[in-house]
């Protein structure tokens, strides 16, 4: 067993959004202070590796900060991809959206995921204007259940939409987040 391992908490630096867990030995914390992307021990396979070393998906170190008993890490970072193997931008992403790319990884034919994907963007655009009239129609003179009902359509199709283009729904709350100001 490795001593003196921290939790190291990474965080974007712009958005400020938690994007994973790892842990530090001194080794990996003194790896990824002097060569400026972040080093982790794996406690799994008990060796150092360097996140992005398979991926090419590197976290440029921005800052590294002790909690006061220096038990913990928060790691600022500027991450170069997605931060999880999953491939979303941070390992907390939403349930929904770990489904929606787990469904595209397992590629099963019979998925309405993979089949939507596969349709391309027109269709997934169309589809969430489709969605969107149906709530605007529930919102006027349906059940608050069919409203609700709509939404979660809407909802999950334009995740879909956001998949299909190759985007993250990270991006979509960094944009909201950047017009509270």
Known sequence: MVENLRA???????TGRVLMLGWMDDEALALTR?????HFFSRSRQRLWRKGESSGNVLHVSEVTADCDDDALLVSVHPEGPTCHEGSRSCFASPLWRRILQREREGATDSYV????AAGIAHNARKVGEEAVELVVAALGESDDRVVSEAADLWFHVLLLLRARGLDPDAVYDELRARER
Do not use: E, H, I, K
Request: glycine content about 12%.
């Open 8 to 14: 190291a908490v990474v965080q974007d630096d712009q």
């Open 114 to 117: 993979v089949g939507q994907l």
């Open 34 to 38: 002097s060569s400026g992307l972040v």
